[in-house]
């Protein structure tokens, strides 16, 4: 059964698994939140010690040609767009490598004429004699063009199903392919058929209510630690932020309740990743971190060239999709639109003093290609 048919029989068909987590969502004392807070600690010492691996999301473009709402990147929006070409990504990776980091996350909006296989498969290659690990968050691929970026040296992939209500999906999305539900939802195991070794899931919580969400998120990863066993399976638990577009989330999740997510997820499915992002402001960042993350991104931007510039030279504005005349397009000093605003902005520095006060220690390499072909 694929998890298409098992998510729209979720009612009649949680597991115990399913049906155990979502007690952990129901409304708690503080004693109560306390005594699972405790657990998720545990559980988490037990199985990753204490340690958090550091990631930097690196933006290649911003050109889309979906328009989903709550989306920075929209088509729609009238947005200033560029897309790096692989020598501006890989300056920008190095600036990345200077701060330490080893791990990083490829993102791009979702343009076929900008980003395709191809291309990514360039990045790949050009960015993995100093990266040994990269993973990906694009458009959804056939197996065959996943292998392709897999070959090229990508170990990890990220698809947020964004909101698993399809009836949200479809209000959401108005027009382009990711409409497409079903091709969405089956893209980690297209990957994982593909070779990757890191599948990484998540909602984008204030789309739906967050614990039905939650719950369709968590047999999602039941059903992926079963079929993709001989991956990791990560989960994200990303909050809407501002963005272009100005889009209003019609639901919310609290401070308390992100962070019995978090511990829910932890003592529900001990041996998963559990990402945060900067999304969420520092002072929750640095309570969460003890109740079942194990990695996160750190002076993170959203736009591509935010960290070095790049593609300064190369912007244009769009208006319906459409670029306007050059001459017009940019105005001095200007940067491409970021999918949406951070709220951590503390420097990769004092990310990792922090980290170190509160007896962490972070990980900028946790894996190598080189253990593949050993």
Same mark, same amino acid.
Request: proline share 5%; charged share 25%; glycine share 6%.
């Given at each position: 059964?694929?998890? =298409?048919? &098992?998510?729209?029989?979720?009612?009649?068909?949680?597991?115990?698994?399913?049906?155990?987590?979502?007690? +952990?969502?129901?409304?708690?004392?503080?004693?109560? %939140?306390?005594?699972?807070?405790?657990?998720?600690?545990?559980?988490?010492?037990?199985?990753? /010690?204490?340690? #958090?691996?550091?990631?930097?999301?690196?933006?290649?473009?911003?050109?889309?040609?979906?328009?989903?709402?709550?989306?920075?990147?929209?088509?729609?929006?009238?947005?200033?767009?560029?897309?790096?070409?692989?020598?501006?990504?890989?300056?920008?990776?190095?600036? &990345?490598?200077?701060?330490?980091?080893?791990?990083?996350?490829?993102? !791009?909006?979702?343009?076929?004429? %900008?980003?395709?296989?191809?291309?990514?498969?360039?990045?790949?290659?050009?960015?993995?004699?100093?990266?040994?690990?990269?993973?990906?968050?694009?458009?959804?691929?056939?197996?065959?063009?996943?292998?392709?970026?897999?070959?090229?040296?990508?170990?990890?992939?990220?698809?947020?199903?964004?909101?698993?209500?399809?009836?949200?999906?479809?209000? #959401?999305?108005?027009?382009?392919?990711?409409?497409?539900?079903?091709?969405?939802?089956? =893209?980690?195991?297209?990957?994982?058929?593909? /070779? %990757?070794?890191?599948?990484?899931?998540?909602?984008? %919580?204030?789309?739906?209510?967050?614990?039905?969400?939650?719950?369709?998120?968590? !047999?999602?990863?039941?059903?992926?630690?079963?079929?993709?066993?001989? !991956?990791?399976?990560?989960?994200?638990?990303?909050? +809407?932020?501002? !963005?272009?577009?100005?889009?209003?989330?019609?639901?919310?999740?609290?401070?308390?309740?992100?962070?019995?997510?978090?511990?829910?997820?932890?003592?529900?499915?001990?041996?998963?990743?559990?990402?945060?992002?900067?999304?969420?402001?520092?002072?929750?960042?640095?309570?969460?971190?003890?109740?079942?993350?194990?990695?996160?991104?750190?002076?993170?931007?959203?736009?591509?060239?935010?960290?070095?510039?790049?593609?300064?030279?190369?912007?244009?504005?769009?208006?319906? $999709?459409?670029?306007? =005349?050059?001459?017009?397009?940019?105005?001095? $000093?200007?940067?491409?639109?970021?999918?949406?605003?951070?709220?951590?902005?503390?420097?990769?520095?004092?990310?990792?003093?922090?980290?170190?006060?509160? $007896?962490?220690?972070?990980?900028?390499?946790?894996?190598?290609?080189?253990?593949?072909?050993?």
């Amino acid at each position: 059964m694929s998890f =298409a048919q &098992l998510l729209d029989d979720l009612p009649l068909r949680k597991s115990a698994t399913v049906r155990r987590f979502e007690s +952990l969502l129901a409304p708690k004392t503080a004693a109560d %939140f306390e005594l699972l807070a405790q657990q998720a600690r545990a559980v988490t010492r037990r199985y990753f /010690g204490r340690t #958090m691996r550091l990631f930097a999301p690196l933006y290649l473009s911003n050109e889309c040609i979906n328009n989903c709402r709550y989306c920075g990147f929209s088509r729609d929006n009238p947005i200033l767009r560029v897309t790096l070409d692989v020598e501006q990504v890989v300056l920008e990776a190095r600036h &990345l490598a200077g701060q330490g980091f080893r791990q990083v996350l490829l993102v !791009a909006g979702e343009h076929p004429k %900008f980003v395709g296989r191809g291309y990514l498969a360039d990045c790949v290659r050009a960015l993995a004699p100093e990266f040994p690990s990269i993973s990906i968050e694009v458009a959804p691929m056939e197996t065959a063009e996943y292998a392709e970026i897999v070959n090229a040296g990508a170990e990890g992939l990220v698809v947020y199903q964004e909101t698993y209500n399809r009836a949200t999906y479809a209000e #959401m999305h108005t027009s382009g392919p990711k409409r497409d539900f079903n091709w969405r939802l089956d =893209a980690p195991e297209r990957g994982y058929a593909a /070779g %990757f070794r890191r599948i990484g899931v998540g909602a984008l %919580f204030g789309l739906s209510p967050w614990q039905d969400e939650a719950v369709a998120l968590a !047999a999602h990863v039941e059903y992926l630690l079963r079929r993709c066993w001989q !991956a990791q399976i990560t989960v994200s638990v990303p909050r +809407l932020r501002p !963005a272009a577009g100005e889009f209003q989330p019609q639901f919310s999740i609290s401070d308390a309740e992100l962070a019995q997510l978090i511990c829910a997820l932890r003592v529900t499915f001990p041996q998963i990743g559990i990402v945060l992002s900067t999304r969420e402001r520092a002072s929750l960042r640095d309570v969460l971190i003890s109740l079942g993350v194990t990695s996160m991104s750190a002076g993170s931007h959203t736009e591509p060239g935010g960290y070095t510039h790049q593609g300064a030279d190369d912007l244009h504005l769009t208006v319906g $999709g459409r670029a306007i =005349a050059a001459e017009t397009r940019t105005r001095e $000093g200007a940067t491409a639109t970021a999918q949406f605003e951070i709220s951590d902005e503390r420097t990769v520095a004092e990310v990792t003093d922090s980290l170190r006060r509160r $007896g962490f220690e972070p990980v900028w390499k946790d894996w190598d290609q080189a253990l593949a072909k050993s």
